[in-house]
């Protein structure tokens, strides 16, 4: 709802959570809470950009956000840190499958960059070569079982020889 009601915090959009039977004070519910949503959107974002420039060193050159809570406040992020002249990136620039993102849009970005950057540690780690690199951008919709192994090299490999065992007995 926070984001379909956009950076006016649109009153109709609002008057969808009310609780009220009446027209007048349907109405009258959407104002109040895009009001109070306005107030509350700028103090959010403030309290970001605090937080972060607290936690960040002065020689910042890029900011990487991800996640669908950023693209709540995108627009006011975008404008400070380009009056900063810190370069921002959205969700990485990275395309979630359908099949992860399913009307749910960039709300699984960072956990999608995430799962991606922990394989390539994972083969970096283990020196194993993935035989084919495939960019994520289209649905594996409509593929066989078999497709999408090959196209996603599922394939189980034999075990590096410096791959920690785990007990399984214990």
């Not at 950057?117 to 919709?141: C, N």
Request: glycine fraction near 6%.
């Amino acid at each position: 709802m926070l984001v379909e009601a956009e950076v006016n915090c649109d009153p109709q959009v609002m008057q969808k959570l009310s609780r009220k039977r009446k027209g007048d004070e349907i109405q009258l519910d959407g104002e109040s809470m895009s009001k109070a949503l306005l107030l509350a959107r700028d103090e959010y974002w403030r309290a970001i950009v605090r937080w972060l420039r607290s936690k960040m060193d002065d020689d910042i050159e890029e900011l990487v956000f991800c996640g669908g809570t950023a693209d709540y406040i995108r627009p006011e992020i975008d404008a400070y840190f380009q009056k900063e002249g810190i370069k921002v990136s959205w969700h990485g620039n990275i395309f979630i499958p359908d099949e992860i993102s399913s009307d749910i849009g960039n709300r699984m970005a960072d956990v999608w960059a995430l799962y991606q950057y922990m394989i390539i540690q994972f083969d970096e780690l283990t020196g194993y070569t993935r035989s084919e690199v495939v960019l994520l951008t289209k649905s594996a919709e409509g593929s066989t079982d078999e497709e999408v192994k090959r196209k996603y090299n599922f394939t189980p490999c034999e075990r590096p020889s410096t791959f920690i065992a785990v007990n399984e007995n214990v």
